[in-house]
């Protein structure tokens, strides 16, 4: 059976930054110094004033799942081994949503409204990915 690639990740712009802090264990996100927005993704001009002022913040990665899905057909053969997979979306305390996939849980397990947090997956050498596991005991969202 031939090898499959990962599709490629090339990350431009405040993409670049996500990745980077990733890689340093922070999920970032911007705030408007302006109109005290949260934004994420990261963004160069804030969405709701259109102020270049913003802050990068990093978050806490304590959340609560939003809604969920779990995909039993992969969407590209390289994540076959890795099928079934559960997709969060998952609201930080900071104020953003965030899409994910769930980690160390069976979907029984899980609900929306349940307790997540972030953790930072290193499985490939030049890439860190966020995921979310649930919270551990006295974690709340």
């Known amino acids: 059976m031939a090898v499959v ?9 405040e993409e670049a930054v996500y990745f980077e802090r990733l890689k340093h264990r922070e999920l970032v996100y911007h705030y408007c110094d302006a109109c005290n927005r949260v934004l994420f993704p990261l963004r160069q001009v804030c969405t709701g004033c259109a102020s270049e002022n913003l802050t990068l913040k990093v978050s806490s990665g304590q959340g609560s799942i939003y809604s969920f899905t779990t995909q039993y057909r992969e969407a590209h053969p390289f994540f076959a081994d890795s ?6 979306l998952v609201d930080l305390k900071e104020g953003f949503r965030v899409l994910a996939n769930l980690v160390e ?3 029984c397990d899980i609900a ?7 953790i930072f997956d290193d499985s490939e050498e030049d890439l ?3 995921r979310f596991r649930p ?3 006295g974690a709340t969202a």
């Open 5 to 13: 690639n990962r599709p490629p990740v090339t990350p431009r712009g």
């Open 105 to 107: 849980a069976v979907e």
């Open 135 to 137: 919270a551990t005991k």
């Open 112 to 118: 929306v409204g349940s307790a997540v947090e972030a």
């Open 128 to 130: 860190t990915i966020l």
């Open 83 to 88: 099928t079934p997979s559960t997709l969060l």
